[in-house]
């Protein structure tokens, strides 16, 4: 995961008419078949998909079963995917699924930490209440996980352990969407405590291009990736959060295009005929989503929507309030 | 600004012993006859030095008779240096000291933001009061733009302006101490509304090691130096706030290097017979923090403090509380 050729500039952020940071990266657009489209730097070398495969991670709870088994509808599942805030509408649906499981926060192994929502966040903090696992953003990847090893038979304890089959099943799905051999790839483990498998941008769009347009895959696996598009589709809010990137994004699109942003500079896409992924180097967010917003862009998907133009041109203010700066796409780029 | 030749990658992010993300950036330690030590990238571009530039910034402040003027002791003149956290000890003697000068915290036009003190935040967030200008972590730059105003006789409103006798005075200190010329240099809005220009990281590295080593500079420069480095080394908690690199940093030294850290990945540091300046490409802290550690720790000045060492070797956890990756400077670097 060292970089020989260092991966180009994608995104400027200025200052007074000079650029005083940079951010460079790579992304790719591919068709269902694998075929490039576009690409940009080094999108062969394996980089950590995190959150963002978080689609591709949801089709074994469809294909298992499970989801019909304990009434999963496309807002759970659409949760499933999501990287949420944690807001209430959030945290409520995730207790109702697991309740219907039979099952509680307590049977989350993805730890806690305070809801990126704003307003959850003072609420619980004026109740002097701790956020639990339920605020988690990945909650609902994991009661995905949870519902799937228990309609298995499976031992539900320890289902975030690389050795658990739930996480076996995602290490396959994710090999086989992508259609890369992940057998000796690097390994790590996700901020919420499940094994993290790198794999290429150029496989990570493969995932998301047939997601999106599943045709020749098999029927099972087609079927739960028409719903799992579905599902993002028409619960943009559920995916992320009010005010955020994804869901403004899903909802502006109207089923044309998902996107799933994941930590450390990554972004997918995926729309009728192609799948997008992108990784800024250093990680930065403000990168991740201007690249990808500049990439929807460049695809034509954002014609008449202006929803993601300010993320084609931030706004860098001064603490006296006056636009100081810009965070953009680098000139000429993505072309 | 832009780069030809991409820096080297000062910084890794690891995650299962793979590099997740990484970090470019350049550095430079020079002597004070302005002779390059050490170099790691382009150091001749001109980059913002934002705040780490504020030990230079407050030399008018003594030059001018200023502070004998409003009685401005080390503890007001290491706030001038600054970016504090707005805890209520940095808050007062700012506030006291515009008090003497019959002036207020309306007269300062940083403008205002939540303070970065936890602490202090919340406590104003329980109180219902809005963080004000004196809670802004230049407050104390800005009263030293307003004691040299005033005492010159100069109007004090519009003392940020570009025109503005105070901003002039900042630009012939920097181009001075930085031994560079500046006439052209590109210029933006610093984030509290001064301008800010843009400087190569060697200018600004040769301004530290004059500050810390000023014997060959006029009488007068040479004396208010010689303040502003003793005043940064007494009052560590000043320059920055509880727990804050710079704090500890200049605490455990003990009077032998100070540091400063500036917006975007700026840093820079000042030591006898040395000075260094860094900046990230993509203007990541985690990145300039664990950068500095290791050029200090590079230059032997770390030896027996191990305050430093969480930022030569960052620990990265999962949500479930494990350390599952790490912030390191980047294997062979700096040397």
């Given at each position: 995961m060292t970089d020989?050729?260092?991966?180009?500039?994608?995104?400027?952020?200025?200052?007074?008419?000079?650029?005083?940071?940079?951010?460079?990266?790579?992304?790719?657009?591919?068709?269902?078949?694998?075929r490039v489209v576009a690409t940009w730097g080094d999108v062969e070398?394996?980089?950590?998909?995190?959150?963002?495969?978080?689609?591709?991670?949801?089709?074994?709870?469809?294909?298992?079963g499970a989801a019909e088994r304990f009434s999963v509808g496309d807002a759970e599942i659409a949760l499933a995917t999501a990287s949420h805030s944690g807001a209430?509408?959030?945290?409520a649906l995730v207790a109702a699924w697991l309740e219907r499981m039979g099952l509680g926060a307590c049977d989350l192994e993805c730890g806690s930490h305070p809801p990126p929502d704003e307003n959850a966040a003072a609420d619980l903090d004026r109740a002097g209440v701790p956020p639990s696992a339920l605020h988690n953003t990945c909650s609902g990847k994991h009661a995905g996980f949870l519902a799937t090893a228990l309609h298995l038979g499976e031992e539900t304890a320890g289902y975030v352990k690389p050795g658990h089959p739930?996480?076996?099943?995602?290490?396959?799905?994710?090999?086989?969407?992508?259609?890369?051999?992940l057998e000796g790839a690097p390994v790590g483990t996700d901020g919420c405590g499940i094994p993290v498998i790198a794999m290429p941008l150029r496989a990570m769009a493969l995932g998301m291009a047939r997601l999106a347009n599943p045709d020749g895959l098999?029927?099972?696996?087609?079927?739960?990736?028409?719903?799992?598009?579905g599902a993002m589709a028409a619960h943009g809010r559920l995916v992320a959060g009010r005010g955020r990137f994804d869901?403004?994004?899903?909802?502006?699109?109207?089923?044309?295009?998902?996107?799933?942003?994941?930590?450390?500079?990554?972004?997918?896409?995926?729309?009728?005929?192609?799948?997008?992924?992108?990784?800024?180097?250093?990680?930065a967010k403000r990168?991740?989503?201007?690249?990808?917003?500049?990439?929807?862009?460049?695809?034509g998907v954002l014609d008449g929507i202006g929803v993601l133009d300010p993320y084609l041109d931030g706004?860098?203010?001064s603490r006296p309030g006056d636009r100081v700066g810009a965070v953009r796409p680098a000139p000429g780029w993505p072309g």
């Open positions: 020989a050729i260092p991966n180009p500039v994608l995104v400027h952020v200025t200052r007074g008419g000079a650029v005083e940071s940079s951010h460079r990266g790579a992304g790719v657009v591919v068709d269902p078949a694998g070398r394996p980089v950590y998909p995190r959150s963002a495969i978080k689609p591709v991670q949801a089709l074994p709870l469809i294909e298992s209430p509408e959030h945290v739930a996480q076996m099943r995602m290490a396959e799905v994710l090999g086989e969407m992508g259609g890369a051999d098999s029927p099972d696996r087609a079927a739960a990736c028409r719903r799992v598009y869901t403004r994004a899903i909802e502006a699109g109207s089923g044309a295009f998902v996107v799933k942003t994941g930590a450390e500079g990554v972004y997918v896409a995926a729309m009728e005929g192609l799948g997008v992924a992108l990784k800024i180097d250093d990680g990168a991740s989503e201007t690249a990808m917003a500049a990439i929807l862009s460049h695809l706004v860098v203010l």
